[in-house]
């Protein structure tokens, strides 16, 4: 973990960037169960919220059934979720017992939400769903989907916010990359950090001389402007010499209906090779197996893409903000 020194510029440049892409007003009503010592949770839901004097509806923590009751009985109309709370919402049974009507923006960040879980959601709540994108080091966002375009495809992280300049630079040849082409996002902007305190050679390995921070995931850009992350540079699992990303293999394993979550990762064979594994989390009731997860998935991607090993887990570990802790299935 790294300390990012953050000025009161970079917060008020930030909540001002989001604010030219959203409609909060003093009428929104925002629910807020993520911890406000995370970015995510002090910038987007508190300071934001108080930046347009809007309601901010706490909670100490998450708690599913919570959730849901909060929202209906005090008509919250704006939810901001990372992806685990996307797969309750478009998959679990409780939310039928629930009047959610009164929901009119389900916004998701803090890691990628793949649009076929997006349009779950969005059917099952009858709302309007939108992702952004964004790091502790941004302030922390960089990219969103503005409220009137709900046209966007959910895959992706929607435009740049306003007075941030982006490239992609491949990873490998240092070369700036094109339209369609994918390439390491980087991000310049008010918004983005002083450094990392105390630590001078991490600044400088992921801040530029020209202000560009490297953000280290991997993305595209289409002929709009509209940005899609792909993956992480250090998650790439290489498989024989070709890039699996990751992340592309939890969204079509949380399509089938069988399994609740899903994390993947690069483990060593025993011939020395990585390869990907699967590790899930089954519905309740449900019966599935380790062959069944990896045909389902041998049966939609390239071969050198196929999960190669699989692992039942009670529960996938994550962050306070809902990102997967890799490490932790590493270990």
């Avoid at 008010?190 to 050679?201: A, F, H, I, Q, R």
Wanted: charged letters at 25%.
């Amino acid at each position: 973990a790294k300390g990012v020194v953050l000025t009161h510029r970079n917060l008020v440049a930030n909540l001002l960037q989001i604010q030219a892409m959203g409609d909060v007003t003093s009428e929104t009503k925002i629910m807020a169960f993520l911890p406000f010592f995370h970015i995510y949770g002090m910038t987007v839901m508190m300071n934001q919220g108080l930046h347009a004097r809007a309601t901010v509806v706490t909670m100490p923590k998450f708690d599913l059934e919570q959730f849901l009751t909060i929202t209906q009985d005090l008509q919250v109309d704006r939810l901001y979720i990372a992806p685990p709370v996307a797969v309750a919402l478009a998959k679990h049974p409780i939310i039928d017992k629930f009047d959610l009507s009164c929901v009119k923006t389900v916004f998701s960040g803090a890691a990628p939400l793949d649009g076929e879980l997006g349009r779950a959601v969005a059917k099952r709540l009858d709302c309007t769903v939108l992702q952004g994108y964004g790091m502790t080091e941004l302030s922390p966002v960089s990219h969103c989907m503005p409220d009137n375009r709900g046209d966007l495809d959910l895959n992706s992280s929607g435009f740049a916010l306003p007075n941030i300049e982006c490239k992609l630079v491949d990873p490998e040849s240092g070369e700036e990359v094109g339209v369609g082409e994918r390439g390491e996002l980087w991000v310049k902007g008010p918004n983005v950090m002083v450094g990392y305190l105390n630590n001078s050679e991490a600044t400088d390995a992921t801040k530029d001389a020209d202000g560009f921070l490297h953000t280290g995931d991997i993305a595209v850009v289409d002929d709009e402007g509209v940005y899609s992350i792909v993956d992480r540079v250090k998650e790439l699992i290489k498989y024989k010499g070709y890039q699996v990303p990751p992340a592309e293999l939890e969204a079509l394993l949380l399509t089938h209906p069988k399994i609740a979550d899903t994390a993947v990762i690069g483990v060593v064979d025993e011939d020395g090779e990585e390869i990907p594994k699967a590790f899930v989390v089954a519905q309740a009731d449900a019966e599935v197996t380790a062959d069944e997860v990896i045909e389902f998935v041998a049966a939609k991607v390239a071969p050198h893409k196929k999960v190669r090993a699989v692992e039942f887990i009670e529960a996938i570990p994550k962050s306070a903000s809902g990102k997967i802790l890799r490490k932790d299935l590493r270990k």
